[in-house]
């Protein structure tokens, strides 16, 4: 009875009171994924694909990478999501703690070594390079910036933000990638807390969710975002928004999705794991500007609206076991010498 009592809460919390009404009458229908906000990387297409082509509904949910790991770690006893998307070294974390259980979906085999956990505990779905998300039209005359240095100059005071790298994901992107661009480590995240220090003196702007609305109202003219997102709001949404690759380096990194341990609709769980690596679900992503995790999703059209591959040659990998085992002692390095 806990369970599901749990489990109607969390549908409650995850959609509008219209949507609530909408949804399917029988449970085995419906299937929770934490952090699939509909704003971000286009799930809200996704979503809408899932319940149309499957008949399973998913309500929309808006926590972050680090939320939704909390929340399946407090919920260990009495699971309420059946699947969760989030950042890789979340889904390493997850896996190590034993909230999640091993699904091979459909395509499993296309999934490349090194970007899926050998039993199946989670995997990639796409990927994004982490840059500078330019509203340009609210800069007004200020200047495009074009390097990690450029954020700390005088001129871009209150015009930056960036997502709460202790807890979102991308904010924990965006950490690792001035870090290695201005000579540091996994194992040494120095010169990363000393950039976040300096440009505290700029009065950022540190939301703690997706703020891809904020950027296009220009609300925060620069975010250290995803390239996926500056080209839908670019190509998309009609917004004046450039994707800028720093001049110092940046990286490219994995989203995953895993199936949570005893969850309670397995089977509607994994029906949606596997529609979102099948051609249509992959097809969504690449039109969303991703970089679908099975080779040849991207579409030319889309492909065409990217950056060149030159700029996409200051991007790289890192490794992201390494990454995973250093969050933690770097949030809390960040939450004693910049929060």
Known sequence: MLKHTLRAAAMALGVTGAALGSLPAQAADNAICYNCPPEWADWGAQLKAIEADTGIHVPQDNKNSGQSLASITAEKDNPVADVVYYGV???????????????????????????????????????GTLGFMVNVDALGDTPVPQSWNDLLKPEYRGLVGYLDPSSAFVGYVGAVAVNGALGGSLKDFTPAIEWFQKLQENDPIVPKQTAYARVLSGEIPILLDYDFNAYRARYDDKVNVQFVIPQEGTVTVPYVMSLVANDPNPEAGKKVLDYVLSDKGQSIWANAYLRPVRPGAVSK???????????????????????????RDFSQRYANEVD
């Open 89 to 127: 070294t979340f889904g390493i974390q997850a896996a190590e703690q034993g909230l999640v259980q091993g699904y091979k979906p459909a395509h499993w085999d296309e999934i490349p070594d090194g970007l899926k956990d050998p039993d199946g505990k989670w995997f990639a779905i796409h990927s």
């Open 301 to 327: 059209e889309a492909q065409a609206k990217f950056l060149p591959d030159s700029d996409y040659a200051r991007a790289d990998t890192v490794d992201y076991a390494a990454m995973a085992a250093a969050q």
